[in-house]
C-alpha cells in the first residue's frame, strides 16, 4: 500500500493499491466524505492512466483538489521516482 500525503486539500493523505496497472484500493483520510468516498470507490478497477488523464488537473483550492491530488500521486507511483524526500509519499507498505 501506499500512502499519499496531499497539499492544498482537505485530505490529509490518500491510500491506494495498484496491481498490474489497476488500481485495487483507494481511500482518502479527511475532504468532503460523500465526494472523496465517490471519487475513491469510482477509481477502482480503473487503469492508473486512465484515472490520471480524468483527474489531472481538476481544481478545487488552491489549484488542486481531491482528486487532481490522486492523479498527481498516481503519477508519480506510475513513474517509479517514489522518494520519501520528494514531498508526498509518506510511506509504501507491502
Do not use: W
Not at 489549484?63 to 490522486?70: F, I, N, R
Amino acid at each position: 500500500m501506499t500512502i499519499y500525503k496531499t497539499q492544498g486539500t482537505c485530505s490529509e493523505s490518500i491510500e491506494f493499491d495498484v496491481q498490474d496497472g489497476i488500481i485495487t484500493y483507494c481511500k482518502f483520510n479527511g475532504g468532503c466524505t460523500g465526494n472523496v468516498a465517490a471519487v475513491a470507490k469510482l477509481v477502482i478497477g480503473k487503469r492508473v492512466n486512465d484515472v490520471i488523464a480524468l483527474l489531472k488537473g481538476i481544481p478545487c483550492h488552491d489549484g488542486t483538489s481531491c482528486p487532481d491530488q490522486l492523479a498527481q500521486a498516481l503519477e508519480q507511483f506510475s513513474q517509479q521516482s517514489l522518494s520519501t524526500e520528494q514531498h508526498s509519499i509518506v510511506q509504501n507498505v507491502y
